[in-house]
């Protein structure tokens, strides 16, 4: 898992990059969805949104620590604030999850009659 982490922190590496790369993938899991699944293209890139924005959410919290040197903290701040919150990483493995997840709805809605 070291392997896909150092991945993930190189892409993250710059703004410019994650959004690259999550562009990349996006547009390929769209692409997908329209051909396999015959979802209209802005179909498709409403139902990731809804996904990714719900997914974001849950990804967010998790492997925050809280900064724990007095010195750092500024007035007014959150004490329970992240030190080191990661957002580009967090945006990364968003994409990626909220792609699977997304590949495994469309079937489900397509059955559902959705």
């Known amino acids: 898992m070291s392997g896909v982490n150092a991945l993930i922190r190189a892409v993250s590496a710059t ?7 999550m562009l990349v993938v996006i547009s390929a899991v769209a692409a997908l969805a329209v051909i396999l699944f015959k979802l209209t293209v802005f179909g498709a890139f ?10 974001l959410f849950v990804i ?12 750092l903290i500024v007035p007014g ?12 990483e967090k945006a990364i493995w968003t994409t990626l999850l909220a792609s699977a997840v997304f590949l ?11």
Not at 60 to 71: F, G, H, M, S
Not at 104 to 114: K, N
């Open 46 to 55: 409403a139902l990731y949104f809804v996904v990714w924005w719900t997914l």
């Open 15 to 21: 703004t410019w990059r994650t959004l690259a790369a």
């Open 77 to 88: 701040q959150d004490p329970g604030a992240p030190a080191a919150p990661r957002l580009r």
């Open 60 to 71: 967010l919290p998790l492997r925050n620590q809280v900064e724990t040197d007095p010195a």
């Open 104 to 114: 495994a709805a469309i079937p489900i809605f397509e059955l559902s009659g959705l």
